[in-house]
């Protein structure tokens, strides 16, 4: 498979797939009663939950300037929202093309090697990832219960015992594979999860690893708190358990980076989480597409101005490049 073909189905997939989830998740409701839930909301609680995003984003701005001072570059807080803003728009259009146009802003504007801006980046993502692991994780704790109790209801408990033992079995044999397997793709593998431990250490080594620490899980806490408080908007969503505000919260999360920005696969992934609490189809839907549309707004608003803003902020404010030692800063 040559590169171009490669290329090729990494822009179309996504977007074929979106189109199709779109076609789904409007089967499942009219256009004409998606549009009354949507009349129907309670604009002043997605109007919280679009702020608590901006919140989150504007966070995640002010951490990347810990990433980046150690290299030793100073990076103006404007250009980093701005480009953090960019970012999410421009991965509407191509998936993860939205990393590059970030690291190819600070590369522009604050003479930080694109490379390492780009390591940069790619280290916060380590850090996201392990965060929302840990909202797995705590969510299974949490709501272990639950989660035992439904699939103790619609499967047997010997057939779920048997299951866990063979995917355990599975995961043994794996991880022994690949620790001593010198194949192409157990190399990537090994490569991977190195790079993943690396980068999660690396954050305790840095000067501000405690505020980073501390942005990292205020952005996340404000992405739950976005969830939870627009659950408000719709009286069929008011005061759901909490356990689907968390599984919803998840499945949402992963259904982002299946699509362009999440859609299509947004509403559907919310429908199917909320499904298991035994929600309605329609106001899971509804919520989910008022969710997914609120953020969006937004992410195109301040992703617009941002992409119009960035070069005339930079024209007035001209940047020195010289590059800064770590104990200057």
Do not use: C
């Amino acid at each position: 498979m040559n590169t171009k073909f490669k290329t090729v189905l990494k822009i179309s997939l996504p977007l074929v797939l979106g189109i199709v989830l779109v076609w789904y998740s409007l089967s499942k409701i009219s256009i004409s009663e998606l549009v009354q839930y949507f009349k129907n909301a309670n604009y002043a609680w997605i109007g919280l939950g679009v702020f608590f995003g901006f919140l989150s984003h504007l966070s995640r701005a002010y951490r990347w300037k810990y990433m980046i001072e150690p290299l030793g570059y100073k990076l103006r807080f404007p250009n980093s929202m701005m480009a953090v803003f960019a970012t999410y728009l421009v991965n509407y259009t191509i998936p993860r093309a939205g990393e590059i146009t970030r690291a190819s802003i600070i590369t522009n504007y604050e003479g930080v090697p694109f490379e390492k801006g780009f390591g940069t980046i790619v280290a916060e993502r380590v850090a996201d990832l392990v965060v929302m692991l840990g909202i797995i994780l705590v969510t299974l704790f949490l709501e272990f219960d639950f989660i035992y109790q439904f699939f103790s209801d619609r499967f047997d408990s010997l057939n779920i015992i048997l299951a866990l033992a063979i995917i355990t079995g599975l995961l043994i044999g794996l991880i022994l594979y690949f620790r001593k397997s010198h194949s192409k793709i157990a190399t990537k593998i090994k490569g991977f999860l190195n790079g993943l431990i690396e980068g999660v250490l690396s954050i305790f080594k840095m000067k501000q690893k405690w505020a980073f620490i501390g942005h990292t899980l205020f952005i996340w806490g404000m992405y739950v708190l976005m969830f939870y408080i627009t659950t408000f908007a719709l009286e069929e969503t008011t005061g759901i358990p909490m356990a689907a505000v968390l599984i919803g919260f998840i499945s949402a999360s992963f259904s982002i980076a299946a699509t362009n920005g999440g859609i299509g696969s947004y509403p559907v992934a919310v429908y199917a989480a909320f499904s298991i609490f035994g929600i309605a189809k329609e106001p899971s839907i509804a919520f989910g597409w008022i969710m997914w549309s609120s953020q969006t707004i937004m992410i195109i608003i301040f992703g617009g101005l941002s992409l119009i803003y960035l070069p005339i902020y930079n024209r007035l404010n001209p940047k020195n490049t010289v590059k800064q030692s770590p104990d200057q800063l």
